[in-house]
Nanobody, 113 residues
Framework: EVQLVESGGGLVQPGGSLRLSCAAS????????MMWVRQAPGKGLEWVST????????MYAASAKGRFTISRDNTKNTLYLQMNSLKPGDTAMYYC??????RGQGTQVTVSS
């Protein structure tokens, strides 16, 4: 069974940082492109970032570029999202996703003073 378990969310002040993690199991993690998506209250799902299977190629939404960094450790079957310079507009539930197949249960990020 494919499982994705996110962690690392929380309440942070504007300008702060958080590092999200996603522990993957039930599939050969190193063979798959992975992504982060988010959903703000009352809004639809928004793509945030994608990383290829080897970690050498990344893409970011305009809202994340320059502030967020996606990475992965294929020896630990773990996906990461380092988020810096957080803004209130980044408040959302963050999900890791094995594209087109599985999404985790999410971790809440709240940016507020």
């Amino acid at each position: 069974e494919v499982q994705l378990v996110e962690s690392g969310g929380g309440l942070v002040q504007p300008g702060g940082s958080l590092r999200l993690s996603c522990a993957a199991s039930g599939f050969t993690f190193k063979d798959y492109t992975m992504m982060w998506v988010r959903q703000a209250p009352g809004k639809g799902l928004e793509w945030v970032s994608t990383i290829d299977s080897g970690g050498g190629s990344t893409m970011y939404a305009a809202s994340a570029k320059g502030r967020f960094t996606i990475s992965r450790d294929n020896t630990k079957n773990t996906l990461y999202l380092q988020m810096n310079s957080l803004k209130p507009g980044d408040t959302a539930m963050y999900y890791c996703e094995k594209p087109s197949t599985t999404r985790g249960q999410g971790t809440q990020v709240t940016v507020s003073s």
